[in-house]
């Protein structure tokens, strides 16, 4: 079993930053991507950012230029530094892993979410 901890939601004002965290722990043997999506309210989840195991990343086009993903392999960690927020940066942000478990199972597991309101 493969438990996501998510930090570092919050309230912030438009034009300022934030970072989330995400850690994994549990049975995992592989990390082929971990990244983070969001949703709206009203609005399906999406994907904001995803790094893979040969670090390549990819962005949504919305947040291209201001967000920036990294993660560190020896405690199965990704950060989300946000940069410039804007009102429509706000939904609740989850983490995502998919890799394989000590059986060789692959898996996609899900954070609780954190809540971003950006907000003057």
């Known amino acids: 079993q493969v438990h996501l901890v998510e930090s570092g939601g919050g309230l912030v004002q438009p034009g300022r930053s934030l970072t989330l965290s995400c850690s994994a722990s549990g049975s995992i043997s592989r990390i082929i991507a971990m990244g983070w999506y969001r949703q709206a309210l009203g609005k399906e989840r999406e994907l904001v950012a995803r790094v893979t195991s040969g670090a390549s990343t990819d962005y949504a086009d919305s947040v291209k230029g201001r967000f920036t993903i990294s993660r560190t392999d020896v405690d199965n960690t990704v950060y989300l530094q946000m940069n410039s927020l804007k009102p429509d940066d706000t939904a609740v942000y989850y983490c995502?892993?998919?890799?394989?478990?000590?059986?060789?199972?692959?898996?996609?597991?899900w954070g609780q979410g954190t809540q971003v309101t950006v907000s003057a």
């Open positions: 995502n892993l998919v890799g394989y478990d000590s059986e060789l199972r692959s898996f996609s597991s």
